[in-house]
C-alpha cells in the first residue's frame, strides 16, 4: 500500500452532505460522478494529499442504502492507493483476506478498483484502488 488515498463517507443526502463537508473543509468539492455499477453517486473533495468521497446510494438493493440501513450514515471504507489492484488481489487472496471481487473493476474517479471484506480487516472494509491509465 503506498497511502491512504481517499476516506469514503455513505451519506443519505448528498447535497446537504456537499454543504456540510464545503464548510467543514473550506473548500469545494471537484467532482461528482455516478457508477452505475456501483450504485452510488460519489462527490470528492481533496485536502492535503487525501480525498474524501461521499457516497449516495442511487437505489435500495444499492450496498450504501444497505450500509446506512444497518449502520446509519458515517465512514464507510477506507481506500488506500496501490500501483496495481490485479497484483495486490492476488496476494491478498493467497494470504486469506476475503476480496469482494475475483478481478479488479472499474471504480470512481478514473480508477481501478477493489475491496477486501470488513471481516478480514477487523471491522473496516479496505478499498485498493489505482489510477487508470
Ligand atoms: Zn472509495
Redesign the pocket.
Known amino acids: 500500500m503506498n497511502k491512504i488515498e481517499?476516506i469514503?463517507i455513505a451519506v443519505k443526502d448528498l447535497e446537504a452532505a456537499k454543504q456540510t463537508f464545503k464548510a467543514l473543509l473550506g473548500v469545494d468539492f471537484y467532482k461528482e460522478e455516478t457508477v452505475a455499477s456501483e450504485g452510488v453517486t460519489t462527490v470528492f473533495f481533496k485536502i492535503g494529499g487525501v480525498k474524501i468521497?461521499l457516497l449516495q446510494a442511487t437505489h435500495p438493493d444499492s450496498p450504501i442504502a444497505r450500509f446506512i440501513a444497518r449502520r446509519g450514515e458515517g465512514i464507510h471504507?477506507l481506500?488506500f492507493d496501490v500501483d496495481s489492484v490485479t497484483e495486490k488481489t492476488t496476494r491478498l487472496t493467497a494470504e486469506g483476506f476475503q476480496v469482494l471481487n475475483p478481478e479488479a473493476r472499474a471504480?470512481a474517479d478514473n480508477k481501478l478498483i477493489n475491496f477486501i471484506h470488513p471481516k478480514s480487516t477487523h471491522g473496516v472494509l479496505v478499498?485498493i484502488c489505482q489510477n487508470k491509465e
Open positions: 481517499h469514503g468521497e471504507h481506500a471504480g478499498e
